[in-house]
Nanobody, 127 residues
């Protein structure tokens, strides 16, 4: 079965940076779009980045645009999220997810497009 394992979370001061990684197994990684989502306590899960299977298409919501960068290494079956200029409001559990269909990328941030999820990694930004 598909397994997604996130790492790289932690505690950082406002203005700092973190790089999250998500190692994938159990799927032909290079055929699937990937996304990063986050969920803060009491809030809905929201997308923060999406990348097509080839890496040629990338999208961000306005809340993180210019601060977060998603990338992928299909040879390593890994997707990354570089987070710079972190703010306290970025505090959340961060999840990576794989699209439920291969070779599909709509640029949509809908969580319902994603069929496999990691367990999440906590990111805490102190003020």
């Amino acid at each position: 079965q598909v397994q997604l394992v996130e790492s790289g979370g932690g505690l950082v001061q406002a203005g700092g940076s973190l790089r999250l990684s998500c190692a994938a197994s159990g799927l032909t990684f290079s055929s699937y779009a990937m996304g990063w989502f986050r969920q803060a306590p009491g809030k809905e899960r929201e997308a923060v980045a999406a990348i097509s299977w080839s890496g040629g298409n990338i999208d961000y919501p306005d809340s993180v645009k210019g601060r977060f960068t998603i990338s992928r290494d299909n040879a390593k079956n890994t997707v990354y999220l570089q987070m710079n200029s972190l703010k306290p409001e970025d505090t959340a559990v961060y999840y990576c997810a794989a699209d439920s269909r291969s070779h599909r990328y709509s640029g949509s941030f809908s969580r319902y497009n994603y069929g496999a999820w990691g367990q999440g990694t906590q990111v805490t930004v102190s003020s």
